[in-house]
């Protein structure tokens, strides 16, 4: 895809998120997150918060959606979207370690939006985390490293049956 989203892409990807949002898991903070993901195939990935009585280990809705699509074998990404109640005319923009999360994917579009729907606002980010860390401080590409959904991609098994048979 393009430098630029479509305002219909966009409004698919608003759409998703908001109905997402609907099966957050929030008891705690009543604060319905819903994320949606557009992969460079086009597909479109979603997930929502899911809170935890130790609320370190909540997970946000960006992060969820970013899994949902990993675990899918989907890592090429082009834009971020995220829609919550913070009122219903306010942005929702993702949260400092979702930003950091969505950054190593590359410095693809984020798209807050509205819980209304009616309004939305879209930027890179890398404007949202400028001089964030990155593959690229380690000296790692992740664009053309090892295929990590194939295990004899360097021509060595890393799962072997000996693992599995009794000793």
Known sequence: MADDLPEETVLRMGLAAQQVARNAYCPYSHFRVGSSILTKSGKIYTGCNVENASYGITLCAERSSIVSAVSAGDRDFVAVCCVGK?????????????????????????I???????????????????????????????????????????????????????T
């Open 86 to 110: 913070c009122s219903e005319t306010d942005y929702c923009y993702p949260c400092g370690p979702c930003r950091q999360f969505i950054v190593e994917f590359g410095d693809v579009w984020v």
């Open 112 to 166: 807050t939006a509205a819980l209304s729907g009616t309004r939305w606002y879209k930027q890179k980010i890398s404007d949202l985390l400028p001089h964030y860390f990155s593959p690229a401080a380690l000296g790692i590409d992740t664009t053309n490293d090892f295929d990590y959904r194939d295990p004899y991609a360097q021509g060595e098994a890393w799962i072997t049956t000996d693992f599995f048979e009794p």
